[in-house]
């Protein structure tokens, strides 16, 4: 039941150009039980998470005001399991070495099956971190990132929007989520790509994103 959003520019941005449209999301779509945004700068990736909600971590938006970037990653969780919520499952998680940000909206069915053989490196209680850490198995040997996002959707099964960002400001977005669209857009001058509000109609351009040109829906891994 999560949410999730893209935005690039062709050059830094503030982080609150884009905050006025985050609050909109949280505010109509599910996500109410943590937030979290990745961003590159100086060829890393950064990230920010609180297990609350954005419209009321007003230290972390402080904060996220002094940040620029021209790639950001946001999402808004709302867990299938309701006592996962904290911050070792909040996402975006991000790779210790700062090259790679992820966030997944939806959920693995298989996760219990798989759990046991990762349970002591995984941080957090979700199904997410699991897929997160398989997809860094899986680049280890060499796979891509658009057919290692394909891969953990299969193994896992389920439902599976997943995005990651890397460091040097690629994002690649797997649809695997028909409940929840991914839909791409242009507006102000950026490429954005949104999940629908878990809202099977044009709530996400009427009441959010209004202005919105250049919008399409996919399916499968695609470099944004």
């Known amino acids: 039941m999560c949410e999730v959003l893209t935005v690039s520019w062709p050059e830094p941005h503030s982080f609150t150009e884009i905050a006025g449209w985050a609050r909109l999301i949280e505010h109509y779509g599910q996500g109410h039980f943590g ?44 867990p299938s399991k309701l006592s996962t919520i904290g911050l070792p499952d909040t996402q975006p998680f991000l790779a210790d070495d700062r090259t790679l940000a992820f966030v997944h909206n939806g959920g693995f069915a298989l996760e219990r099956e798989y759990r046991p053989d990762y349970v002591d490196r995984l941080a957090g209680k979700a199904d997410s971190e699991l897929g997160w850490v398989m997809l860094q198995d899986l680049l280890e040997t060499g796979v891509s990132l658009p057919d290692g996002l394909a891969m953990i959707h299969a193994k896992l099964g389920g439902s599976a929007n997943l995005v990651t960002l890397d460091n040097e400001g690629t994002f690649v ?20 790509a949104a999940t629908q509000l878990h809202s099977a109609d044009d709530s996400l351009f009427d009441l959010v994103f209004t202005g919105a040109t250049d919008r399409s829906t996919f399916e499968g891994a695609l470099v944004l």
């Open 173 to 192: 977005a797997y649809c695997g989520y028909p409940g929840n669209r991914f839909w791409r857009f242009r507006l102000d001058g950026a490429e954005m």
């Open 35 to 78: 937030w979290g945004v990745a961003w590159v700068d100086d060829g890393a990736v950064h990230h920010y998470r609180d297990p609350g909600r954005m419209t009321a971590d007003s230290d972390g938006l402080d904060f996220l005001a002094t940040v620029s970037s021209n790639r950001f990653l946001v999402h808004f969780r709302r």
